[in-house]
T-cell receptor, first 113, second 113 residues
C-alpha cells in the first residue's frame, strides 16, 4: 500500500531564507507526483505536477524534484516571503490505472517577517 | 470562471440525519472527486467520476453515495450521519484525470453531533 510521508510536520523560517520541504513515498511505481498549497480554512491550490518520467519542474520561486528510485521528492522555495506561509501537501498517483491521489499529511510552513 | 464551488460552507447535523453536499464546476472538466480531510491527516478519496453517468469508489466510500447526471455537478449524499463523518469535505475536478492537476473547491465543514 502506497504511503506518503512529509517531514518535518512544521517549519518556521525567517523571511528571505531558501528552504526545502521533503516528501517520501513507499512505492516507486507512481504515475505522477503533485505539490499543493493549503491556506487555513481554504481548499488546495496546485503548485507543481511532475510526471514519473520527469526529474523536476519549476514555477517562479518554486522548484520540485523527483527521484523515483529512492522514493523522494523535494520542494525548494527560494527567497521565502511571509505570503508563503501555508501548509504544503505532497501527493502521488500510483501506477496501474488508479485515479486516486495518495496524500501526505503536509508540512506547515511559517515565514516570519 | 467560478472554478469549483461547494455549498454549504458549514453544516451541523444530528446523528441519523441525512444531507447532500453540493459541488459544481464550470470548467467543462470530465473528472470530479470527493475527498475528506480529518484534522492532522492527509486527504482521503471518497468517490470519483470520470464523466456523466459514471462513478467509482475511492478509499473511504462507506456511508456515502454519489451521482453524476451532468458534467457540471457531482453531489455527495450522506445517509444516516455518524460522528465519524465529522470532517472537512473537498470537491475537486480535472480535465484529463491523472494526466492533469486537480482544482479544488473551498470545502464544506461538517459536524455530526
Amino acid at each position: 500500500k502506497q504511503e506518503v510521508t512529509q517531514i518535518p510536520a512544521a517549519l518556521s523560517v525567517p523571511e528571505g531564507e531558501n528552504l526545502v520541504l521533503n516528501c517520501s513515498f513507499t512505492d516507486s511505481a507512481i504515475y505522477n507526483l503533485q505539490w499543493f498549497r493549503q491556506d487555513p480554512g481554504k481548499g488546495l491550490t496546485s503548485l507543481l505536477l511532475i510526471q514519473s518520467s520527469q526529474r523536476e519542474q519549476t514555477s517562479g520561486r518554486l522548484n520540485a524534484s523527483l527521484d523515483k528510485s529512492s522514493g523522494r521528492s523535494t520542494l525548494y522555495i527560494a527567497a521565502s516571503q511571509p505570503g508563503d506561509s501555508a501548509t504544503y501537501l505532497c501527493a502521488v498517483i500510483p501506477q496501474g490505472g488508479s485515479e486516486k491521489l495518495v496524500f501526505g499529511k503536509g508540512t506547515k510552513l511559517t515565514v516570519n517577517p | 470562471n467560478a472554478g469549483v464551488t461547494q455549498t454549504p460552507k458549514f453544516r451541523i447535523l444530528k446523528i441519523g440525519q441525512s444531507m447532500t453536499l453540493q459541488c459544481a464546476q464550470d470548467m467543462n472538466h470530465n473528472y470530479m472527486y470527493w475527498y475528506r480531510q480529518d484534522p492532522g491527516m492527509g486527504l482521503k478519496l471518497i468517490y470519483y467520476s470520470v464523466g456523466a453517468g459514471i462513478t467509482d469508489k475511492g478509499e473511504v466510500p462507506n456511508g456515502y453515495n454519489v451521482s453524476r447526471s451532468t458534467t457540471e455537478d457531482f453531489p455527495l449524499r450522506l445517509e444516516l450521519a455518524a460522528p465519524s463523518q465529522t470532517s472537512v469535505y473537498f470537491c475537486a475536478s480535472s480535465y484529463r484525470g491523472r494526466e492533469d492537476t486537480q482544482y479544488f473547491g473551498p470545502g464544506t465543514r461538517l459536524t455530526v453531533l
